[in-house]
């Protein structure tokens, strides 16, 4: 079973990036000239996506403005002979189908995904949280793909190691390890932010899955859960007592690029993978450096 579909929950009030995001969709607040969001549609589209189905709010609708024509500017760009930019713009038009659903209240990941239950259909779908930046030669998406495709289409969560005193800020799985495949773990359970002394393992959850329609039995039947919201964390716990649930240890470099510490790294990251910037680059951390007297 190909997977076509991509749930991307976009409705969030985005705190952490206040005052910033008081206006400014967080999601569309820029890791150099692209909006973080660019990047992660982008890492879809790379693994094989052919359609994005954005959970919105009221307010994040430049999300999706950014993924359509403006034909204005095109034509303010031809008529002014910005050739490169003007194919820029129309290539962001074209990545992908681009399909919105509205999440009318704010009732956790768990509520976001099952919105976007009429549009998924009997198929399994992948799920990128849009803050969430992986960066691999091949797209992350695309690995928990190809784990599943060769796993009869069974569900798989992508994971990473954190240090044991972070443990408190993710999900955390607990679970065996796959005959033969030292990446693969066969899902026990997941918790919510444990404390690092009861934490099953220091494999973290940070927003990338490949989920099968069934997840949607399983969130309509749970109750609320951590902070009053319906947990993704609690359906997939159900089903994984259900039926064969993988978690994957992915390759790749993951940023939070919602928080301003992830953010920063992940700009510094981008603009020295840039051939263009790299060299400006280089020289301003000099120069920051020596100003304010910083050791490296």
Avoid at 32 to 42: C, F
Avoid at 50 to 66: A, C, L, M, P, R
Avoid at 143 to 154: I, V
Avoid at 221 to 236: F, H, M, N, S
């Amino acid at each position: 079973m190909n997977v076509r579909k991509a749930v991307i929950p976009v409705a969030g009030k985005g705190t952490r990036f206040l005052p910033a995001s008081k206006e400014l969709p967080k999601e569309m607040i820029p890791i150099l000239n692209l909006p973080m969001i660019h990047y992660v549609v982008e890492e879809a589209v790379h693994s094989g996506i052919d359609q994005i189905i954005f959970v919105t709010s009221s307010g994040k609708e430049s999300v999706e403005n950014y993924f359509d024509r403006n034909f204005g500017l095109e034509n303010f760009l031809a008529a002014n002979g910005k050739t490169k930019e003007l194919e820029e713009i129309k290539r962001i038009a074209s990545m992908v189908e681009i399909i919105t659903v509205r999440q009318k209240e704010q009732k956790g990941l768990g509520h976001a995904i099952l919105c976007a239950s009429p549009l998924i259909g009997n198929e399994n779908f992948a799920v990128l949280l849009g803050d969430d930046l992986v960066i691999n030669e091949q797209p992350c998406t695309a690995q928990l793909m190809n784990l599943s495709a060769k796993n009869d289409n069974a569900p798989v969560i992508g994971v990473m190691e954190v240090p044991r005193n972070e443990v408190s800020k993710y999900g955390i799985i607990s679970g065996k390890p796959s005959a033969g495949d030292e990446r693969t773990y066969l899902l026990d359970k997941m918790i919510e932010k444990p404390d690092p002394d009861e934490a099953p393992s220091n494999l973290a959850t940070p927003g990338r899955y490949i989920l099968s329609p069934k997840i949607f039995d399983y969130l309509r039947a749970i109750p609320k859960g951590a902070g009053g919201e319906y947990q993704l964390t609690d359906a997939i716990n159900l089903q994984c007592r259900d039926e064969k649930f993988l978690a994957y240890k992915f390759y790749g470099e993951r940023f939070d690029a919602g928080s301003l510490n992830g953010h920063l790294n992940a700009t510094i990251e981008f603009a020295a993978r840039r051939p263009d910037l790299k060299g400006q680059l280089e020289e301003s951390i000099r120069t920051v450096v020596k100003k304010y007297g910083i050791k490296l």
